[in-house]
């Protein structure tokens, strides 16, 4: 299915019916990753969801596709569905899309649950790679794909899932250059949402890979203490959908 947003086609899917459930995913990716979830979690009730700007089908609305106009293309696509209250799950930068989304329209979400995701800003440090990233893309979009997927998980998964690794990067070479660095960009500059999470004051849960390899284990542990949310640990890394699939989908039942 698709919408126009700002002249721009969004790609979404929505099955099931009922309680909806709103499943956003991380950068490099699109909403093919939860196909599988989708499926199953839709017997019980309504699943949405949706490529981001630049990602998946979806067209690219403006050269720095910020967290907060992220969130709004979500928006047009609930009121398409005339959607008004909504779980949110959000995997990397969709945990990030997710939080602007509380922000910007908070009696719109149910609950809230980051996965290998964080409320933190970008450090000095990591918009300094954003930008090396982003020259890397300009110049070699496919050595760039191919080295940000792989540095999500540990050697040994790379082996152990590779035709699921092979099938990410296949898809993400498909994005527009323009998109991928719209994204890094967006997500160097997005707000650091801390404060905003620790007041949320429905179900919130934070869920960390232990080997995750761009994400600190610990301070996402810390994160979910502080804030009030309930941790969820997993033994691998960055892409739960794939490394921790199973343990994941249980997640997903157990959420209302």
Not at 126 to 146: D, G, H, M, P, W
Not at 204 to 229: H, Q, T, V, W
């Amino acid at each position: 299915m698709e919408i126009h947003y700002k002249n721009t086609p969004i790609h979404y899917s929505s099955k099931g019916t009922g309680n909806p459930l709103v499943l956003l995913h991380g950068f490099l990716e699109s909403s093919e990753i939860w196909e599988d979830f989708q499926n199953k979690l839709s017997e019980k009730r309504q699943v949405v969801c949706v490529d981001l700007p630049g990602h998946g089908r979806s067209g690219c609305i403006d050269k720095v596709h910020t967290m907060k106009e992220m969130a709004l293309t979500v928006k047009a696509v609930l009121y398409e569905l005339a959607i008004e209250k909504a779980f949110f799950v959000g995997h990397s930068m969709g945990g990030y899309v997710n939080l602007e989304f509380q922000n910007i329209f908070p009696t719109i979400p149910t609950g809230l649950a980051l996965i290998n995701s964080t409320p933190k800003a970008d450090s000095q440090e990591r918009r300094i790679n954003r930008e090396r990233a982003t020259q890397l893309v300009s110049k070699n979009k496919r050595a760039f794909v191919n080295m940000a997927v792989s540095n999500l998980l540990t050697p040994e998964n790379n082996k152990r899932f590779k035709p699921q690794v092979d099938e990410l990067k296949h898809r993400a070479l498909n994005f527009p250059k323009e998109g991928i660095i719209a994204a890094l960009q967006g997500m160097k500059i997005r707000a650091d949402h801390s404060r905003l999470l620790a007041g949320l004051k429905y179900p919130k849960y934070c869920m960390a890979g232990e080997k995750d390899p761009i994400l600190n284990y610990e301070e996402i542990k810390r994160i979910s203490s502080s804030s009030g949310s309930e941790f969820w640990s997993y033994p691998d890394g960055h892409l739960a959908f794939i490394e921790n699939k199973k343990s994941l989908m249980e997640f997903l039942h157990f959420i209302d």
